[in-house]
């Protein structure tokens, strides 16, 4: 090796070379670890979807957020919609006393004086209402009034929300006197023939 610009710069040319051969070198070195990643490159994406498929497929897993395929979801959504309830017709029917419906019915209302319905025991506001007369006070029970639906949402009979209009009447200072029940009404009825 010479000192001289020449054989300097043939010496960087070599050395220069050395290193780029160095740098473009992988981590595979022998045809043995060749063959080792080309093998890998197949094998672990078919283990890896092997092994996917059989966690998905594997058991009920719920849907995130949802239970709408669970058990008790579906059993919910097959439920009937209706029922069919079979009574005796010569069975006596159990009337309910007003102060029954008022609770069952009225009172959600009729207590708290929603929708400005008069409110249970108010002699002012339902003096008025009393004023009217039983069958107007009954009407607009049966056929709903304002806000309030027919027979005030319930399924009673028309005696039995007769019985509760003068419940309610007489609570607030009413003096209407109890309908007669529809068995007592229809053997008047046939006796005074």
């Not at 070198?25 to 990643?37: D, F, H, R, S, V």
């Not at 029954?100 to 339902?126: L, M, R, T």
């Amino acid at each position: 090796m010479s000192n001289t610009p020449e054989g300097q710069q043939g010496h960087d040319k070599s050395h220069e070379a050395h290193q780029a051969h160095e740098v473009h070198e992988g981590p595979i070195k022998t045809p043995k670890q060749l063959a080792l990643a080309v093998v890998a490159s197949f094998v672990v994406p078919i283990v890896v979807i092997i092994l996917m498929a059989n966690y998905v497929s594997s058991g009920t897993k719920p849907a995130a957020g949802s239970d709408g395929m669970g058990e008790e979801a579906t059993a919910r959504r097959l439920q009937a919609i209706g029922s069919v309830e079979i009574r005796d017709a010569s069975a006596p029917a159990v009337l309910r006393t007003g102060e029954q419906v008022y609770q069952a019915a009225c009172g959600a209302c009729h207590g708290s004086g929603a929708a400005g319905a008069p409110k249970f025991g108010d002699a002012a506001a339902w003096a008025p209402r009393i004023g009217t007369g039983y069958e107007a006070l009954l009407n607009s029970a049966l056929k709903g009034k304002g806000a309030m639906g027919a027979q005030g949402g319930g399924e009673y009979s028309d005696f039995e929300i007769g019985r509760a209009v003068v419940y309610m009447a007489n609570q607030a200072g009413g003096k209407l006197a109890e309908p007669a029940a529809p068995a007592a009404a229809a053997s008047a009825a046939s006796a005074a023939n």
